[in-house]
Protein backbone atom coordinates (compact mmCIF):
# COMPACT_ATOMS: atom_id res chain seq x y z
CA UNK A 1 0.00 0.00 0.00
CA UNK A 2 1.41 3.49 -0.66
CA UNK A 3 2.03 5.71 2.24
CA UNK A 4 3.13 9.11 0.36
CA UNK A 5 0.18 11.18 -1.61
CA UNK A 6 1.30 13.68 -4.24
CA UNK A 7 -1.59 16.24 -4.70
CA UNK A 8 -2.39 18.05 -8.34
CA UNK A 9 -3.13 22.16 -7.53
CA UNK A 10 -5.39 23.28 -10.12
CA UNK A 11 -8.92 21.87 -10.29
CA UNK A 12 -7.96 19.65 -6.86
CA UNK A 13 -6.68 22.08 -4.54
CA UNK A 14 -7.10 25.04 -5.97
CA UNK A 15 -9.98 26.45 -8.15
CA UNK A 16 -7.50 28.14 -10.53
CA UNK A 17 -9.67 29.96 -13.34
CA UNK A 18 -8.70 33.51 -15.41
CA UNK A 19 -12.04 34.57 -14.52
CA UNK A 20 -11.42 35.16 -10.94
CA UNK A 21 -9.00 37.77 -12.09
CA UNK A 22 -10.92 39.21 -15.55
CA UNK A 23 -14.23 39.40 -13.84
CA UNK A 24 -12.66 42.78 -11.82
CA UNK A 25 -10.85 44.26 -14.88
CA UNK A 26 -13.47 43.23 -17.48
CA UNK A 27 -16.87 43.88 -16.15
CA UNK A 28 -18.92 42.80 -19.25
CA UNK A 29 -19.06 39.17 -18.94
CA UNK A 30 -19.68 38.37 -22.59
CA UNK A 31 -16.72 40.64 -23.50
CA UNK A 32 -14.57 38.79 -20.68
CA UNK A 33 -15.58 35.55 -21.98
CA UNK A 34 -14.33 36.91 -25.47
CA UNK A 35 -11.26 38.15 -24.32
CA UNK A 36 -10.27 34.94 -22.46
CA UNK A 37 -11.13 33.11 -25.58
CA UNK A 38 -8.98 34.54 -28.19
CA UNK A 39 -6.77 36.44 -26.31
CA UNK A 40 -5.14 35.02 -23.39
CA UNK A 41 -6.05 31.73 -24.55
CA UNK A 42 -5.58 27.91 -22.89
CA UNK A 43 -3.37 27.18 -25.68
CA UNK A 44 -1.23 30.34 -25.16
CA UNK A 45 -1.05 29.77 -21.41
CA UNK A 46 -0.45 25.79 -21.18
CA UNK A 47 2.99 26.89 -23.54
CA UNK A 48 4.52 28.20 -20.01
CA UNK A 49 3.36 25.53 -17.81
CA UNK A 50 6.00 23.63 -20.46
CA UNK A 51 8.37 25.90 -19.78
CA UNK A 52 7.77 29.25 -21.72
CA UNK A 53 9.10 32.12 -20.69
CA UNK A 54 6.19 34.06 -19.47
CA UNK A 55 7.26 37.52 -20.17
CA UNK A 56 8.72 37.34 -23.72
CA UNK A 57 5.34 35.48 -24.68
CA UNK A 58 3.51 37.95 -22.49
CA UNK A 59 5.77 40.44 -24.97
CA UNK A 60 4.53 38.51 -28.08
CA UNK A 61 1.01 38.22 -27.16
CA UNK A 62 0.66 42.00 -26.72
CA UNK A 63 2.22 42.97 -29.87
CA UNK A 64 -0.34 40.47 -31.39
CA UNK A 65 -3.10 42.02 -30.11
CA UNK A 66 -2.77 46.41 -29.85
CA UNK A 67 -5.37 48.02 -27.23
CA UNK A 68 -5.02 45.04 -24.74
CA UNK A 69 -1.56 45.14 -23.65
CA UNK A 70 -2.35 46.39 -19.92
CA UNK A 71 -5.16 43.21 -19.78
CA UNK A 72 -2.54 41.06 -20.91
CA UNK A 73 0.16 42.16 -18.19
CA UNK A 74 -2.08 41.27 -15.81
CA UNK A 75 -2.32 37.86 -16.77
CA UNK A 76 1.09 36.75 -15.28
CA UNK A 77 1.38 39.65 -13.28
CA UNK A 78 -1.46 39.07 -11.24
CA UNK A 79 -1.81 35.42 -11.81
CA UNK A 80 -2.24 34.73 -7.58
CA UNK A 81 -5.27 36.64 -7.78
CA UNK A 82 -6.31 33.11 -10.23
CA UNK A 83 -5.67 30.92 -7.38
CA UNK A 84 -7.41 32.87 -4.47
CA UNK A 85 -9.70 30.36 -3.95
CA UNK A 86 -9.00 27.09 -2.56
CA UNK A 87 -11.52 24.29 -2.13
CA UNK A 88 -12.45 23.59 1.62
CA UNK A 89 -13.04 20.13 1.44
CA UNK A 90 -9.48 19.52 -0.15
CA UNK A 91 -7.46 21.92 2.04
CA UNK A 92 -9.42 20.14 5.31
CA UNK A 93 -8.06 16.57 3.52
CA UNK A 94 -4.99 17.80 3.07
CA UNK A 95 -4.80 19.01 7.43
CA UNK A 96 -6.08 15.62 8.25
CA UNK A 97 -3.09 13.93 6.36
CA UNK A 98 -0.34 16.04 7.58
CA UNK A 99 -1.93 15.38 11.29
CA UNK A 100 -1.43 12.01 11.17
CA UNK A 101 1.87 12.10 9.57
CA UNK A 102 1.55 11.47 5.83
CA UNK A 103 4.17 12.59 3.91
CA UNK A 104 2.66 15.22 1.29
CA UNK A 105 4.31 16.18 -2.16
CA UNK A 106 2.41 19.12 -4.40
CA UNK A 107 2.82 18.24 -8.67
CA UNK A 108 1.57 21.06 -11.16
CA UNK A 109 1.65 21.95 -14.23
CA UNK A 110 2.18 25.92 -13.91
CA UNK A 111 4.56 28.37 -14.92
CA UNK A 112 8.15 28.55 -13.00
CA UNK A 113 6.87 31.15 -11.08
CA UNK A 114 4.83 29.37 -9.06
CA UNK A 115 7.78 27.32 -7.59
CA UNK A 116 8.56 30.36 -5.58
CA UNK A 117 4.85 31.59 -4.82
CA UNK A 118 3.98 27.92 -3.47
CA UNK A 119 7.09 27.94 -1.49
CA UNK A 120 6.35 31.08 0.67
CA UNK A 121 3.86 33.76 0.07
CA UNK A 122 0.75 30.79 -1.07
CA UNK A 123 0.63 30.05 2.78
CA UNK A 124 -0.60 33.48 4.03
CA UNK A 125 -3.60 32.92 1.82
CA UNK A 126 -3.72 29.17 2.02
CA UNK A 127 -2.02 27.99 5.17
CA UNK A 128 -2.67 24.42 4.27
CA UNK A 129 -0.60 24.30 1.42
CA UNK A 130 2.86 25.17 3.74
CA UNK A 131 2.03 21.23 5.30
CA UNK A 132 3.68 19.78 1.84
CA UNK A 133 7.27 18.49 2.15
CA UNK A 134 7.84 19.32 -1.31
CA UNK A 135 6.91 21.09 -4.32
CA UNK A 136 7.50 19.95 -8.59
CA UNK A 137 6.20 23.27 -10.65
CA UNK A 138 6.23 22.06 -14.55
CA UNK A 139 7.15 25.43 -15.93
CA UNK A 140 10.58 25.40 -13.26
CA UNK A 141 11.77 22.09 -14.37
CA UNK A 142 11.37 21.82 -17.49
CA UNK A 143 8.78 19.19 -18.40
CA UNK A 144 5.45 18.31 -17.74
CA UNK A 145 2.39 15.88 -16.48
CA UNK A 146 1.55 13.38 -18.33
CA UNK A 147 5.37 12.91 -19.41
CA UNK A 148 7.70 10.49 -16.85
CA UNK A 149 10.07 12.35 -15.93
CA UNK A 150 7.94 14.80 -13.71
CA UNK A 151 6.74 12.21 -12.00
CA UNK A 152 10.16 10.55 -11.10
CA UNK A 153 11.46 14.47 -10.18
CA UNK A 154 8.59 14.34 -7.43
CA UNK A 155 9.34 10.42 -6.41
CA UNK A 156 13.25 11.79 -6.75
CA UNK A 157 12.32 14.91 -4.44
CA UNK A 158 10.74 12.93 -1.83
CA UNK A 159 13.47 9.83 -1.93
CA UNK A 160 10.15 7.51 -2.32
CA UNK A 161 10.15 5.34 -4.98
CA UNK A 162 6.80 5.10 -7.29
CA UNK A 163 4.91 2.40 -5.83
CA UNK A 164 4.88 4.18 -2.34
CA UNK A 165 2.74 6.93 -3.48
CA UNK A 166 -0.66 7.81 -4.60
CA UNK A 167 -1.28 10.43 -7.44
CA UNK A 168 -4.66 12.49 -7.53
CA UNK A 169 -5.76 14.70 -10.43
CA UNK A 170 -8.32 15.87 -12.03
CA UNK A 171 -7.05 15.08 -15.35
CA UNK A 172 -7.28 12.01 -16.76
CA UNK A 173 -4.12 11.84 -19.22
CA UNK A 174 -2.01 12.83 -15.98
CA UNK A 175 -3.82 9.75 -13.93
CA UNK A 176 -3.00 7.50 -16.89
CA UNK A 177 1.12 8.57 -16.77
CA UNK A 178 1.12 8.35 -12.98
CA UNK A 179 -0.10 5.25 -13.32
CA UNK A 180 2.37 4.00 -16.28
CA UNK A 181 5.14 4.87 -13.99
CA UNK A 182 4.32 2.91 -11.26
CA UNK A 183 2.66 5.45 -9.14
CA UNK A 184 -1.19 4.67 -7.70
CA UNK A 185 -3.81 7.00 -8.71
CA UNK A 186 -6.57 8.00 -8.44
CA UNK A 187 -8.73 10.66 -10.79
CA UNK A 188 -10.28 13.63 -8.62
CA UNK A 189 -13.76 14.10 -8.98
CA UNK A 190 -15.18 15.07 -5.73
CA UNK A 191 -13.48 15.55 -2.54
CA UNK A 192 -15.85 12.78 -0.86
CA UNK A 193 -14.86 10.27 -3.47
CA UNK A 194 -11.00 11.28 -3.13
CA UNK A 195 -11.31 10.51 0.65
CA UNK A 196 -13.00 7.57 -0.15
CA UNK A 197 -10.86 5.79 -2.51
CA UNK A 198 -7.55 7.34 0.31
CA UNK A 199 -9.41 4.79 2.75
CA UNK A 200 -9.67 2.49 0.63
CA UNK A 201 -5.64 2.20 0.14
CA UNK A 202 -5.49 2.45 4.46
CA UNK A 203 -5.02 6.61 5.21
CA UNK A 204 -6.81 7.21 7.76
CA UNK A 205 -8.86 10.26 6.45
Not at 40 to 46: N, V
Not at 72 to 89: K, L, S
Not at 170 to 175: F, G
Amino acid sequence: MPSVVVFDMGGVLLDWNPRHLYRKLIPDAAEMEHFLATVTTSQWHQVQDHGGDPMESTRRLQAENPGHETLIAAFYDRFDEMCDHAFPEMADLVERLHRVGTPLYLLSNAPGFLDAWLRGPAHDRHPFLGRFRDYVVSGAVGCSKPQPEIYDLVCRAGRFQPADAVFIDDVLTNVEGARAFGMSAIHHRSAADTARALRAMAFPV
